[in-house]
């Protein structure tokens, strides 16, 4: 008999055991969500200035000229408003962390809320600047009242539950 090790049959990769459903991993999972989100969502934007910096800079006139009013202002305001709604999600992240008594159900509504918000208002203006209309911007100007309602709903939601919390 020969001393040769025997190969051993390939086994099934097994899955890792899942962690436990607690609400403080949860939490520490929603925190990390919003912090990540928060971050990107500054640079995005961020860099959007710099472009738009860039575009003033050099006098393009598809930017500056005078017939762009409405297109500089919307895109400004698509900058402005999403360089915001990126720090708010940074504060949303910290809040998360502070308020233990927020209902699980509420803050992951909370939480959907503002980052759809986060996404809507600005591209909302970024196309109400894209396409523009005699002076007026065009249709994707629409999701910015959307963005606006879905926004004091979110913020209404973590008023409410730090309100509670001092209680």
């Keep these: 008999m020969s001393n040769a090790v025997k190969p051993q049959a390939a086994r099934a990769p097994q899955k890792p055991m899942g962690q436990p459903h607690t609400p403080a991993l949860e939490t520490a999972e929603l925190v ?81 809320l503002l980052r759809a918000a986060t996404l809507l208002m600005p591209a909302g203006f970024f196309l109400g600047g894209l396409f523009t209309y005699s002076g007026d911007p065009g249709l994707g100007i629409l999701l910015v009242p959307v963005g606006g309602i879905l926004l004091f709903i979110a913020v209404f939601a973590a008023a409410k539950a730090a309100g509670r919390s001092r209680q």
């Design 32 to 112: 990390g969500r919003h912090l990540a989100f928060g971050w990107w969502t500054i640079l995005i934007f961020l860099t959007i200035g710099l472009v738009l910096e860039g575009l003033h800079g050099l006098k393009i006139q598809s930017y500056l000229g005078v017939h762009q009013e409405t297109r500089r202002l919307m895109w400004t305001l698509a900058h402005a408003h999403g360089t915001l709604l990126g720090v708010l999600n940074l504060g949303f992240a910290y809040t998360l962390g502070v308020i233990v008594r927020w209902p699980e159900k509420s803050r992951n509504f909370a939480s959907v």
